[in-house]
C-alpha cells in the first residue's frame, strides 16, 4: 500500500467559523467531527478555552487544521489569541508564526 494514498476520511473535510456558537468547526460533509471554543475576551481577544476532534477521525491532522485555520482567521481579522487550551497552548508553543498576536492567560508565565 503506498504512503502517498490520501485517507478517505479527508475527502470531504472543511474547517468554518461558527460565530453563533463561538466556535470554529471541522466538518466531514455536513457533520462536525471537531471543535475548537472560544469566548470573546476585552478588545479583540478571542480566549479559545476547548478543542476536541471525534476520536474516529483521530491520527489524520485534524485539530492542527482547526487550530490553524482559526488562529488565521483571527489574525486576519486584527484579533489577539489567548490559549487556554492546552492544545492551542502547545499548537502557539510550536509555531510562532503567532508569536506576536498571542496573550499570555492570567497567572502563566512562558517557559
Do not use: W
Not at 53 to 78: C, H, I, P, S
Not at 91 to 100: G, K, L, Q
Request: proline share 6%; glycine share 10%.
Amino acid at each position: 500500500m503506498s504512503t502517498n494514498t490520501p485517507d478517505p476520511r479527508l475527502a470531504d473535510i472543511s474547517v468554518t467559523h461558527n460565530p453563533q456558537r463561538s466556535r470554529y468547526e471541522i466538518l466531514d460533509g455536513d457533520t462536525v467531527v471537531g471543535h475548537a471554543d472560544y469566548r470573546p475576551g476585552e478588545g479583540t481577544r478571542r480566549v479559545f478555552v476547548h478543542t476536541e476532534v471525534d476520536e474516529n477521525y483521530g491520527g489524520l491532522g485534524l485539530a492542527g487544521r482547526l487550530v490553524k485555520f482559526a488562529l488565521d482567521d483571527v489574525a486576519a481579522a486584527g484579533g489577539r489569541i489567548v490559549p487556554v487550551c492546552p492544545y492551542v497552548a502547545k499548537y502557539v508553543a510550536e509555531h510562532h508564526d503567532y508569536d506576536t498576536i498571542v496573550d499570555r492567560p492570567e497567572g502563566t508565565h512562558e517557559t
